[in-house]
């Protein structure tokens, strides 16, 4: 008995230990096929002990979905203490780490099984509003005026850099600094030619 009360984990640690077997899952498989019993089953836990922390299967994916876009967008965070150039080249290279250590997943949320849930769409584009509004005001700082232009040029080059990772995601890069050159390259391209648009 005594054993058992020093493993029991806090309402807090449970939670967390079911999001991260519901992300996991997400690696392989599409969301609608994670139910309740199936969580249940890999996480070693009762199908009653979900409803207390999820009411619904939707609310469960839900969870899921934001606990894999949060933690993207919690390790590719813009750092304030640097300068704007230096704060764009970082986050790339933080993003590329992130693809690389959690290919799954990434993989599943921008194309794979889970990308076709309407829940996991919505939550992805504003992960993807949120990276193009942090770009935007980088490029404010570097004196690029604000216009739709520029936002829709940013926000469309926020999933053109999804597909380069997405595309390199199964390569062991040794060495980001090169995609991270050619990412910012195409960068400053879009964000020119939406400088000289006149919308």
């Not at 009360?5 to 994670?34: C, K, W, Y």
């Not at 939550?123 to 509004?133: G, I, P, T």
């Amino acid at each position: 008995m005594p054993e058992e009360r020093r493993s029991r984990l806090s309402p807090e640690d449970r939670r967390t230990q079911l999001m991260i077997v519901g992300v996991n899952f997400l690696a392989d498989h599409p969301l609608d096929e994670l139910s309740m019993d199936e969580l249940a089953r890999r996480a070693g836990v009762s199908r009653a002990l979900l409803f207390h922390y999820f009411d619904s299967k939707q609310g469960m994916h839900r969870a899921v979905v934001t606990t894999a876009r949060d933690s993207l967008l919690q390790a590719t965070a813009p750092r304030a203490d640097l300068a704007p150039r230096e704060r764009i080249d970082d986050t790339l290279r933080r993003f590329a780490s992130f693809v690389r250590d959690h290919r799954g997943t990434f993989l599943s949320l921008v194309r794979g099984p889970a990308s076709g849930d309407p829940t996991v769409r919505a939550l992805v584009d504003e992960s993807r509003e949120f990276n193009a509004e942090q770009l935007r005001e980088a490029f404010s700082e570097l004196g690029i005026p604000d216009s739709r232009a520029v936002r829709m040029a940013l926000r469309g080059w926020v999933s053109f850099a999804e597909e380069v990772f997405v595309s390199l995601a199964a390569d062991d890069l040794d060495d980001d600094s090169e995609l991270v050159a050619f990412l910012v390259h195409t960068l400053d391209g879009a964000v020119a030619a939406a400088c000289e648009s006149s919308f």
